[in-house]
């Protein structure tokens, strides 16, 4: 990892480290966002069609799941993660793709 300015990615490709003040660069970063824009080509919609930061957080976790230490190892150490905690809602992973628009030959799993 890299330590460098983070405000280099499209808001809804934006990884949620980002979002969270990572200030080092990884190849997890540029995964989230082709996992992003894969899913929007396979709804043919954009996966987290937000205007801000704080809305884009919110509706990773309402779709991914609030992370929690056994799966984000460090996340309860995060300053950002801390003062928003509240904020956020506690989730449950519910990242199913039912979508009208998505192309007939792809098929996307049920994640549990």
Same mark, same amino acid.
């Given at each position: 990892? $890299?330590?460098?300015?983070?405000?280099?990615?499209?808001?809804?490709?934006?990884?949620?480290?980002?979002? @969270? &003040?990572?200030?080092?660069?990884?190849?997890? %970063?540029? %995964?989230?966002?082709? &996992?992003?824009?894969?899913?929007? @080509?396979? %709804?043919?919609? !954009? @996966?987290?069609?937000? /205007?801000?930061?704080?809305? @884009?957080?919110?509706?990773?976790?309402? *779709? %991914?799941?609030? !992370?929690?230490?056994? *799966?984000?190892? &460090?996340?309860?150490?995060?300053?950002? +993660? /801390?003062?928003?905690?509240?904020?956020?809602?506690?989730?449950?992973? /519910? +990242?199913?793709? +039912?979508? &009208?628009?998505?192309? !007939?030959? *792809?098929?996307?799993?049920?994640? $549990?």
């Amino acid at each position: 990892m $890299k330590a460098s300015d983070i405000q280099v990615v499209t808001l809804w490709y934006r990884a949620p480290e980002i979002l @969270l &003040g990572s200030r080092f660069y990884s190849p997890a %970063m540029d %995964m989230w966002s082709v &996992g992003c824009i894969f899913a929007e @080509l396979a %709804m043919r919609n !954009p @996966l987290f069609n937000v /205007k801000d930061e704080l809305t @884009l957080i919110d509706e990773i976790f309402r *779709i %991914m799941g609030t !992370p929690n230490e056994s *799966i984000w190892p &460090g996340i309860s150490d995060n300053k950002m +993660f /801390k003062g928003f905690h509240n904020r956020f809602s506690l989730c449950e992973n /519910k +990242f199913r793709v +039912f979508h &009208g628009n998505a192309h !007939p030959e *792809i098929v996307i799993a049920d994640f $549990k």
